[in-house]
């Protein structure tokens, strides 16, 4: 939408060996020649994230799935903001729905490590959207409202931020929003944002994520105020995430 350059993010999740890398390549190759108008960002597990810096060699942007918000210490198994930026990432994902449902992750815990990102020179990638209960009980609205003021820091840049609205529902199940549904969420997270951080705001990308797929890829980015996608499934397979950045060509 407008003049805002898309960002079409894949989220490997817990998948992906050493031998996975030849996905990343694939995409790689599957991106040479021209026309794209969108940036690329692949976020393998942390495992991967250096050799698949090293193997996009700035082609496509590499992003880490989670962070601590501490910069280092005694926090066994996590990785920090830095650490990522270390091994090539140029961004991260945070307040992931399966971060807040396995992990606990709060709002006030989400917005702590999208400032931790930007501590250490990352994009934050901030996660939020309804469970199914709620969009049942009409409640969409309100969660997401909830779900920005609490996890978007004071001092949000368009290119430091990026917005994933992310149905819980619709996240590895195959269903969607509609396009009119869509369309709606991505207004009234446009109007929050633009509220906020005035321009800023308005100029931040605000991701669809949720069931991508190459079949639907069009018709979802083609949603005014749909900046891009968060792909998870759909993006361990270099051909199903190439039929859907497709949809910026
Ligand atoms: C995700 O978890 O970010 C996601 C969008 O998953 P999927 O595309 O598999 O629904």
Redesign the pocket.
């Known amino acids: 939408s407008g003049t805002i350059r898309p960002l079409v993010a894949g989220?490997w999740?817990m998948n992906g060996l050493a031998g996975s890398l030849g996905e990343l390549d694939a995409v790689k190759a599957g991106l040479s020649g021209d026309g794209l108008n969108a940036d690329i960002m692949i976020c393998p597990p942390a495992t991967l994230v250096a050799a698949a810096a090293k193997a996009a060699n700035a082609s496509i942007a590499i992003g880490g799935q989670d962070c601590h918000f501490a910069e280092k210490g005694a926090h066994t198994g996590d990785i920090s903001a830095e650490m990522l930026a270390d091994a090539g990432a140029s961004a991260v994902i945070v307040g992931?729905s399966?971060r807040r449902a396995d992990h606990g992750e709060s709002d006030e815990i989400v917005m702590k490590k999208a400032q931790a990102a930007w501590r250490a020179g990352l994009v934050a990638i901030i996660c939020i959207g309804e469970t199914e209960a709620e969009r049942k009980s009409g409640a969409t609205l309100d969660v997401v409202a909830v779900q920005l003021a609490g996890s978007v820091p004071e001092g949000a840049r368009a290119e430091n931020t990026v917005i994933?609205y992310?149905p819980v529902w619709?996240?590895?199940?195959g269903l969607t929003p509609t396009a009119g549904d869509v369309a709606e969420v991505h207004a009234f997270i446009r109007q929050k944002l633009s509220e906020r951080f005035s321009e800023e705001g308005a100029a931040m990308r605000i991701l669809y994520?949720?069931?991508?797929k190459p079949a639907n890829a069009q018709e979802l980015m083609g949603v005014e105020n749909v900046n891009g996608a968060?792909?998870?499934?759909?993006s361990l397979k270099a051909a199903d995430f190439l039929g859907i950045v497709a949809a910026y060509r």
């Open positions: 989220n999740k992931h399966e994933a992310e619709a996240i590895g199940t994520g949720g069931s991508v968060l792909v998870g499934g759909a």
